[in-house]
């Protein structure tokens, strides 16, 4: 009897059998408006080790607060402060813990612009979860990742946490990434909240100066910065994040459409926004707010639920509420979305880190299995020249030079987590347990990163000149790349340039390796490298898969996720985009107009031939769908991996399209000899129509192209199969239909 009362007594939100709104309604009407207040903010715990947030002293955090920003590697501190939280609060509210964990937590993977020039999800997406796992057991509930926004501007140091120009290829890898951290529940032991951020607009900061204003249409908001996120909506995510930046006057911060029309009643979205770090208080910079309340108030109002360390809510809601400026509506609901994803998370059920010995919580071999896969797929083979590469067994002596030679933190990349340079393969070191006595290796590190000291010109050249072949190591530091690290060009500094120039001397072969986080302005180095490999900031295991791609026990099948412009003046060069009016002209008078490198851009050791490519049929009706097919022959002596991109391209519409959209993109292994068929399926309401400046999308009749390699097929979209005039009129332009699909 006892027993039972006690169970009565229990309130219905601690109860794991009640559904979970009910358990929400119920704790919100329990909460007082302090508590409720206090579930809005986000305090950061420890040491920030990022110079641009500078952490406050958080000694006394209520335990009460509604979240964490976890900078402490200690699972057993975050339990304790934890403990606090449920033992000593009043109702017991789990504290929901986050930190940057962007490409791995102590396993670091590739930089995300890297992992995105795999073109394979399915290996981003495990790569997440086991980052997912670490995460999890250092008590980390929620990473601040993946980070979509779409950038075509490389001199923005937040290229490299990015995955690309593209939007289609940006959605496909944003979903395989907030699969791979949120698995396919969030109470599950190893899975985390993901968070979408910037939202929206921030890879446009202007001049590629990070924090700047970026002005963007609203055509281009939707058709190129908002699909990825809409489709991390669609794929679950439980939070959001609020991008520092505005668009075109309004701060995304307070950006009421943003946030409140499009994520929540459009999209439907119902986990929760959190500013970024001062994105609040930055109001009163970005001439929206006056102070700091106002600037509280318009965020709150524009709907982000949680204060990123700027205590504007806690400051000031409640005075708002008292002035009938914020209503009680609005708390509640913003305090039953946060809420909601501390439940989704099992937070309330199970609210303490398992502690696992360190030994057991990172760097498991799997972890390093996947770290070094993910690496050597991201690796670009840009160009081979005579087919240099792989190293013939003539190559008995290889001299290896430059600042990234033996280096290992800058192989990190940005935001690595609580990745450690002792954990980090360098490029000698894989190469010596690759080549082993086969090959003769020497090495001089030539020049650092920067500056103007050749003293370490002449050995360089002397080693290089003993050896049969020179690898030249040169790249970028890590702190060139990530959040206020924008570079006004995207060259390498003079003195590796130069270092080349007098490797170069020496007359051998020159094989460039790269390691940077942002594409290169090479229009010096390019000329003088037989070959190049891109291998971007590749973590913790980037030297074996680089020995592996030059030894040839490696094929490399990593392909550009972003243009490399010529120089930096081409700057903003990306695929698609719209057509010139006077195509033969717009030219530069004093460099070419093309790109050294265009999207997709990589090499292989073996050669591909594709096909001839068919469509099922060369018209169909909005309601129908198409197969197109292209059968791709490896006709070369060496397994390889082709990624095959289907564009497709509207030559005819209301508003004007991009010259050709990638679509559709997949990534098969063929052996010598042997023909794999490619197909993909068009969708007229996903793949052909295109969304207006209001977010309706638009299919219209008419012609459309349909590339794969260099072949370029037309079909039609008609209105109905049998007439077909009518719909040719239309295709010429005079007289376009164009109708609303559901969104
Ligand atoms: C600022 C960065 O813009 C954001 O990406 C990051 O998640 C937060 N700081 C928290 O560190």
Not at 202 to 222: F, K, P, T, V
């Amino acid at each position: 009897m006892l027993a039972v009362q006690s169970v009565q007594a229990q309130p219905a939100y601690k109860n794991q059998n009640e559904p979970m709104e009910h358990r929400i309604a119920d704790l919100v009407g329990r909460m007082t408006l302090e508590e409720k207040i206090l579930q809005l903010n986000q305090s950061a715990f420890g040491e920030n080790l990022n110079p641009n947030n500078r952490s406050e002293k958080v000694g006394d955090i209520p335990p009460e607060i509604g979240s964490l920003i976890f900078l402490s590697e200690d699972p057993v501190l975050r339990n304790e402060i934890q403990r606090r939280a449920m033992d000593k609060s009043r109702l017991g509210i789990p504290i929901l813990f986050g930190f940057d964990v962007i490409h791995g937590m102590r396993t670091v993977y590739p930089i995300p612009l890297a992992q995105a020039c795999s073109w394979n999800p399915a290996l981003v997406s495990q790569a997440a979860g086991m980052a997912a796992r670490e995460t999890k057991l250092t008590g980390i509930d929620w990473t601040f990742s993946p980070m979509i926004d779409i950038a075509r501007d490389p001199r923005w140091g937040r290229v490299a946490e990015g995955f690309g120009e593209d939007p289609y290829a940006a959605s496909a890898f944003c979903v395989a990434t907030v699969r791979g951290y949120q698995g396919t529940n969030l109470s599950k032991p190893n899975s985390i909240a993901a968070c979408l951020k910037h939202f929206a607009g921030y890879g446009m900061s202007e001049g590629g100066r990070d924090y700047h204003a970026s002005d963007i249409s609203a055509q281009s908001l939707w058709e190129t910065y908002l699909p990825p996120y809409e489709a991390g909506v669609k794929a679950g995510a439980a939070t959001l994040m609020s991008a520092f930046n505005d668009i075109s006057g309004v701060p995304a911060t307070a950006n009421h459409y943003l946030l409140t029309e499009v994520l929540k009643q459009r999209w439907g979205h119902d986990g929760f926004v959190v500013s970024d770090w001062n994105a609040i208080e930055q109001l009163i910079a970005q001439g929206v707010a006056k102070d700091r309340k106002q600037a509280g108030l318009k965020s709150f109002q524009a709907g982000v639920e949680m204060d990123m360390v700027d205590r504007a809510y806690s400051d000031y809601l409640k005075e708002l509420v008292d002035e009938g400026k914020v209503s009680m509506d609005l708390i509640n609901e913003s305090v039953a979305r946060v809420l909601r994803v501390k439940f989704r998370l099992g937070l309330f059920d199970q609210p303490y880190t398992t502690t696992v010995a360190e030994s057991e919580r990172y760097l498991q071999p799997v972890d390093k299995i996947v770290a070094a896969k993910l690496a050597e797929e991201s690796m670009v083979l840009l160009k081979n020249e005579k087919e240099i590469l792989p190293l013939s067994s003539k190559i008995k002596a290889l001299a290896i030079i430059g600042p990234l030679a033996k280096d290992k933190a800058n192989l990190l990349g940005c935001w690595s987590g609580n990745g450690k340079e002792q954990d980090v393969e360098s490029i000698f070191d894989g190469l010596a347990s690759e080549f082993g006595t086969r090959l003769k290796l020497s090495y001089a590190r030539g020049c650092v990163f920067d500056g103007e000291d050749e003293s370490g010109f002449d050995e360089a050249v002397a080693i290089a000149s003993r050896a049969d072949a020179v690898l030249v190591c040169l790249g970028e530091k890590k702190s060139w790349s990530g959040e206020n690290a924008s570079r006004s060009t995207i060259a390498l500094p003079v003195i590796q340039e130069k270092l080349v120039a007098r490797l170069k001397l020496a007359g051998k072969p020159i094989v460039l390796v790269l390691s940077n986080g942002r594409p290169l302005e090479l229009q010096r180095l390019e000329p003088m490298a037989n070959a190049i490999v891109e291998i971007w900031q590749p973590g913790i295991a980037g030297g074996t898969p680089l020995a592996g791609i030059l030894s040839g026990r490696v094929n490399p099948s990593g392909r550009l996720a972003i243009t490399f412009p010529l120089t930096t003046g081409q700057i903003p060069t990306y695929y698609n985009m719209r057509t010139s009016a006077r195509p033969w002209g717009g030219k530069y008078q004093d460099i070419p107009t093309e790109p050294l490198y265009w999207f997709g851009h990589g090499l292989s050791y073996t050669t591909f031939k594709y096909g001839k490519a068919t469509l099922s049929a060369d018209k169909l009706t909005r309601a129908q769908k198409l197969t197109v097919q292209v059968p791709v022959k490896n006709t070369g002596t060496v397994k390889g991996a082709e990624t095959v991109f289907w564009y497709i391209s509207d030559p005819v519409c209301s508003i004007s399209r991009p010259g050709k959209e990638l679509k559709f993109f997949q990534k098969k292994e063929i052996n010598p000899g042997e023909t794999v068929v490619f197909s993909f399926e068009i969708d007229p309401q996903r793949d052909l129509s295109y969304p207006d400046g209001k977010g309706k999308r638009l299919l219209e009749a008419g012609d459309f192209y349909i590339q794969v390699g260099n072949q370029k097929l037309t079909f039609e979209l008609v209105e109905n199969l049998r007439s077909t005039a009518a719909v040719s009129a239309a295709a010429i332009g005079s007289q376009i239909k164009a109708k609303t699909v559901k969104d």
